[in-house]
């Protein structure tokens, strides 16, 4: 087929892959349906909600041992007329069916470079607000390609500069995932190209290919068709309540004891903060002597640790010496602590909004309950409870339609103008939430599906 060619490891293997066998293949009207065609699936479905693009396609070998059976680990490339359509890593090989004698058919499933990205898992801790870029790069640098060959490296020449975000510690998680938080705070977008390079930038940064960036509903012909839409209210949102987290105390609490010559572990009254967040703020006595405060990873082994030094257990709410202080000796502790607050954001523009149309006071009420925004203060539930603001606030309008223009990604936005759809639609920003792609005739073009949203958000 003119210009398209599909590698797997670098190899040409266009003439054994059944390019027809797609969704729609051989229609070339610019508002054609998007029934499934006959025979296998040949498509790339570009998706950052979930997290992975993917590509499918069907190999057929006519006779046994005319080409190598892929292999599971292979990369594989699909480049179209307007360039580069995927590359990523083949996850699955499935023989489908026999359709003469000796010819086997092979179904490949490849995702992108994200399973790479995965490889190794962040463990770090960043104790002050920081930048998110850096994060990300730092991530990058530290974590992904750890041990990995120049060919196979991650880079991030599109990583845009960005805010701060809340100290954080981050135990074992996948570095997509972290990316994922970060963008949630920031209401940012990320993902990965083809090229191996990390792109993380403000949600409305990509623009689509089309003229203006600007989709005219009621009079372009060209640059889709079966075009739906729905606006749905049914999980509006726009009053959040956060709950079940952690935060840093802004005030010190005091716990007096007395030594007896044995005791190592004493019992507090509140549950210490983590040290790297309050060190500066715990002052701990011993005999009038100021010790050094350290976290107690021994679980409060007895005689574990360095003298002068006080061993602050979360978990156990204890503080404990590796010598007990002795008969009669005081001991002060002064601390930082826990406490479980409750966070509610708003978005009174929406409520008022709300009012007019329903009557009442237009709040609708949420809440949350994650133990996993525990911070040293309440920003990561904050921002939770922003994101679902973003998401609710306001009725979400969706939709689909497919495009001949070459050039459509996901995360990529445009304005839509409309006189007669939805009562009028005038420069209303959509967003790419998923992009189907296929071929769709002899020259190789590609067709896209979209899905979009007025917010960046599957729902």
Request: proline content about 5%; overall charge negative.
């Amino acid at each position: 087929m003119a210009g398209t060619s599909i590698t797997i490891n670098g190899v040409d293997v266009t003439a054994y892959i059944d390019i027809d066998a797609g969704p729609d293949a051989g229609n070339t009207s610019g508002h054609g349906s998007t029934s499934a065609g006959s025979g296998g699936t040949f498509e790339v479905i570009e998706s950052p909600a979930q997290s992975q693009f993917t590509f499918q396609c069907d190999l057929v070998i006519p006779t046994p041992g005319e080409i190598p059976v892929p292999q599971v680990g292979s990369t594989i490339s699909w480049t179209s007329p307007a360039g580069l359509e995927f590359a990523g890593i083949i996850q699955q090989v499935q023989p489908e069916t026999q359709d003469t004698t000796g010819q086997m058919r092979y179904t490949l499933m490849a995702t992108d470079y994200t399973g790479q990205f995965d490889r190794h898992l962040v463990v770090e801790e960043w104790v002050q607000d920081t930048p998110a870029d850096q994060m990300v790069k730092y991530i990058i640098d530290t974590f992904v390609n750890a041990n990995a060959p120049a060919g196979v490296k991650f880079t991030y020449t599109n990583v845009q500069a960005a805010p701060p975000v809340a100290a954080r510690k981050i135990n074992y998680q996948q570095p997509s995932a972290v990316m994922t938080q970060l963008c949630n705070e920031l209401q940012w977008a990320w993902y990965i190209d083809y090229e191996r390079d990390v792109h993380f930038a403000p949600v409305e940064s990509a623009a689509s290919p089309l003229a203006g960036n600007v989709l005219n509903a009621d009079t372009d012909l060209v640059d889709y068709g079966d075009l739906t839409l729905n606006w749905d209210a049914s999980q509006v949102r726009n009053r959040i309540y956060v709950l079940g987290f952690l935060v840093m105390s802004n005030a010190t609490v005091t716990d007096d004891f007395v030594g007896d010559g044995t005791t190592t572990t004493f019992s507090l009254s509140q549950i210490p903060a983590p040290i790297s967040w309050s060190s500066t703020y715990d002052i701990v006595t011993v005999g009038g002597i100021v010790y050094s405060n350290a976290t107690d990873v021994a679980s409060a082994l007895p005689g574990y640790g360095n003298p002068d030094t006080a061993y602050f257990n979360k978990m156990n709410q204890t503080v404990r010496f590796a010598t007990a202080p002795g008969a009669d000796v005081a001991v002060h502790v002064t601390y930082r602590y826990l406490y479980a607050p409750i966070t509610m954001v708003e978005d009174p523009v929406a409520q008022a909004w709300w009012a007019k149309i329903t009557g009442d006071d237009g709040v609708y009420e949420y809440m949350v309950n994650d133990n996993t925004l525990s911070g040293p203060d309440t920003s990561l539930a904050e921002a939770q409870a922003q994101l679902l603001l973003a998401k609710y606030a306001y009725p979400a309008m969706t939709g689909e339609f497919v495009s001949y223009t070459q050039g459509w990604r996901a995360g990529q936005s445009f304005r839509m103008n409309s006189a007669v759809r939805m009562g009028g639609i005038s420069n209303k920003l959509f967003y790419v939430l998923q992009n189907t792609k296929t071929i769709v005739d002899g020259t190789g073009r590609v067709m896209h599906d979209l899905q979009i949203s007025d917010r960046p958000y599957a729902f």
